[in-house]
């Protein structure tokens, strides 16, 4: 097997007397997309934020392209190629829709010596790539101002400008209209054909089904199991995810 582009060995997470995570091992290979799933409070969204750097695992190690990494911040994730798209998304509701996309790599032009803010490319470079996540949404809207779903597209735009090599996702369809979806697994299944590995937390199974070579399931803060999604039929895809969440066993539904 190629080497994983990520891997965890052992990883625990506690916070205080809660154990979030315990003992997790996990890989991830270069262009996969790997499925999170897992009840409410099962540790998917700890799992993440270590990943991106925004909590140390409390023991375990973790590697990413062949190397030991310890990331001390997200920005420090992002360096290595990892980016992250936040359950409660982390945007900057003051700004405009621009601003937010291009926060920390934003485009400057110079006069002389001076080096401004080019807000006109900005705007241009966003409306763009607004359309290519099939939404006309305006750079000049101030995003406090937006839906649920249009932040959400404003968040994924943002994480596509630092050309990640891991791309993580937390619930990103939970605001989205059923069209917007669409085009979000599409958008999912483009950065796979090149070469970006992606990890998708979703509570829609038939979301997860679609674009995941694999589904990992988490129980309690523990690798509950995993599922090949093509394997079988989608519904006993579908009753094996439950089964495996739950800790239900299979075949004994009435
Ligand atoms: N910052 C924190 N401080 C204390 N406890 C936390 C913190 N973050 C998570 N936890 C706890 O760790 C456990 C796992 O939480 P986590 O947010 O990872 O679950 P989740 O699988 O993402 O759930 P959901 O599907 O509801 O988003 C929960 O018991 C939660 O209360
Ligand atoms: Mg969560």
């Known amino acids: 097997m190629p080497q994983p582009l990520l891997e965890l060995t052992g990883v625990s997470k506690t916070f205080g007397p809660v154990t979030a995570l315990d003992r997790v091992d996990m890989q991830i290979g270069a262009a996969e997309a790997v499925g999170l799933i897992g009840d409410n409070g099962a540790g998917k969204s700890t799992l993440v934020k270590i990943l991106s750097g925004l909590y140390p695992p409390t023991t375990g190690s973790m590697r990413f392209d062949g190397r030991a990494v310890h990331f001390g911040s997200p920005f420090e994730a992002r360096a290595a190629g990892i980016e992250m ?137 523990r690798i509950a199991g995993e599922l090949a999604p093509h394997a079988q039929p989608p519904e006993r895809t579908m009753a094996a995810m439950h089964a495996m969440m739950t800790g239900d066993a299979l075949g004994v539904s009435a």
């Open 85 to 221: 798209i936040y359950q409660d998304l982390a945007l900057c509701g003051d700004l405009d829709v621009a601003a937010n996309v291009f926060l920390g790599r934003e485009r400057k032009k110079s006069f002389g010596p001076i080096r401004l803010l080019d807000r006109t490319t900005m705007r241009e470079d966003a409306r763009r790539v607004m359309r290519e996540l099939g939404t006309d949404i305006a750079p000049e809207r101030i995003v406090g101002g937006l839906s649920g779903g249009q932040r959400q597209l404003v968040a994924v735009a943002r994480a596509l400008q630092f050309q990640p090599r891991l791309l993580l996702l937390d619930e990103p369809t939970a605001a989205l209209s059923s069209e917007k979806i669409r085009v979000l697994m599409g958008l999912i299944e483009q950065l796979k054909a090149r070469g970006v590995s992606i990890l998708m937390i979703s509570h829609r199974f038939t979301d997860i089904l679609h674009v995941c070579d694999r589904i990992v399931v988490v129980r309690q803060g």
